[in-house]
T-cell receptor
Framework: DAGVIQSPRHEVTEMGQEVTLRCKPI?????LFWYRQTMMRGLELLIY????????DSGMPEDRFSAKMPNASFSTLKIQPSEPRDSAVYFC????????????FGPGTRLTVL | DQQVKQNSPSLSVQEGRISILNCDYT??????FLWYKKYPAEGPTFLIS?????DKNEDGRFTVFLNKSAKHLSLHIVPSQPGDSAVYFC??????????FGTGTSLTVIP
């Protein structure tokens, strides 16, 4: 298995633009997590899905952020409009069993909003 | 391919004893390492870090050891407490910006 795949790996955009980050979880994993990492705040859980259904989105910073999982093999995290403070590395992770909490992280998308 | 590996998915330790969580990495360019602690249904929180110029960093009951030649780091918790029961992730970086995470080790401290 190729592991969790994220695209793009790097994204540079201007303030006000829409940004879409993509994630392909490991096949067979029922849980998908989106995280944001910054030097100031460390790793923050934004939202997680179980069987394509959002379970907890309390970590989503504000209405500019939205996440979808239209099928078991694809998820998007969208920021509209983007702001410079959104600059961070965004990780996607997937898991087959939330009770064990073993999670496989993707390589991350480095977002820079100018 | 996992560049950071935590080969023990779970660990059980008696309260008061030492907990040792292990992490191996493959990229010799990694020079900064972190440990995160995660409770169920919560996001991970930063626990402790170490840079490659050191081989040990201590913070209270938590000590991280780094063996660069073996590409191995470990987290020691002494003494272990029931509140330490959580999942522990290690992460590594070669530039301070891009981090690679292990899959986590679930620690259970038995009262």
């Amino acid at each position: 298995d190729a592991g969790v795949i994220q695209s793009p790996r790097h994204e540079v955009t201007e303030m006000g633009q829409e940004v879409t980050l993509r994630c392909k979880p490991i096949s067979g994993h029922d849980y998908l997590f989106w995280y944001r990492q910054t030097m100031m705040r460390g790793l923050e859980l934004l939202i997680y899905f179980n069987n394509n259904v959002p379970i907890d989105d309390s970590g989503m910073p504000e209405d500019r952020f939205s996440a979808k999982m239209p099928n078991a093999s694809f998820s998007t995290l969208k920021i509209q409009p983007s702001e410079p403070r959104d600059s961070a590395v965004y990780f996607c992770a997937s898991s087959s069993d939330i009770s064990t909490d073993t999670q496989y992280f993707g390589p991350g998308t480095r977002l820079t909003v100018l | 391919d996992q560049q950071v590996k935590q080969n023990s998915p779970s660990l059980s330790v008696q309260e008061g004893r030492i907990s040792i969580l292990n992490c191996d990495y493959t990229n010799s360019m990694f020079d900064y390492f972190l440990w995160y602690k995660k409770y169920p249904a919560e996001g991970p929180t930063f626990l402790i870090s170490i840079s490659s110029i050191k081989d040990k960093n201590e913070d209270g009951r938590f000590t991280v050891f780094l063996n660069k030649s073996a590409k191995h780091l470990s987290l020691h918790i002494v003494p272990s407490q029931p509140g330490d029961s959580a999942v522990y992730f290690c992460a590594a970086s070669d530039d301070g910006n891009q981090f690679y995470f292990g899959t986590g080790t679930s620690l259970t401290v038995i009262p």
